[in-house]
């Protein structure tokens, strides 16, 4: 069998956006064993409590629930081991700088498969206060009201 080409999403943080600003994303590379990548593909991942820091030069997902493969009996992994991430220096040095800086971290929104690779896209963020939130929700709201009456006005016409 011959490697998939394209992106296949595979698991997403929808509530990063909503809890955070994403100031920057970048593309890495993900180091996994056999059985995570097998759950992986099967869509059994967890971003939601996942979290990223830079460690000596090398960054590492943290928190990140990869459940056990259902068939991997005496191979599988422990689901919360930390994940190591690829990148090259200039990213990592990069990153170094946007998480020293008050209040930004790195959080993770995504892990897709790319030409048969596992890929995770991180983002240098920075959380949202309350008041941002309801903002967001309120203009959003707002948005879904003119769409509706946009929709309605076409259809009487």
């Known amino acids: 069998m011959g ?5 296949k999403p595979v698991v997403d943080n ?10 920057e994303s970048f593309e890495a590379g993900l180091v996994l064993v056999g059985t995570e990548v097998k759950s992986l593909r099967m869509g059994k991942g967890n971003l939601q409590d996942a979290y990223a820091t830079v460690k000596g030069g090398e960054v590492w997902v943290n928190n990140f629930h990869i459940s056990p493969y259902d068939k991997g009996n005496r191979f599988n992994h422990d689901p919360l081991r930390p ?42 963020a920075v959380g949202k206060k309350l008041y941002d939130k309801r903002e967001d929700i309120a203009s959003r709201d707002a948005k879904r009201d003119i769409d509706r009456a946009v929709k309605e006005r076409s259809r009487m016409n």
Do not use: D, S, W
Not at 3 to 7: E, L, T
Not at 85 to 91: A, I, M
């Open 83 to 124: 994940k190591k991430l690829l990148l090259n220096r200039r990213e990592i040095n990069h990153l170094l700088g946007m998480q020293k800086e008050k209040g930004c971290t790195l959080i993770p929104l995504k892990i897709y498969f790319k030409n048969g690779r596992a890929k995770m896209e991180i983002a240098v």
């Open 3 to 7: 490697k998939q080409k394209g992106i």
């Open 14 to 23: 929808r509530k990063a956006r909503h809890n955070y600003h994403v100031k």
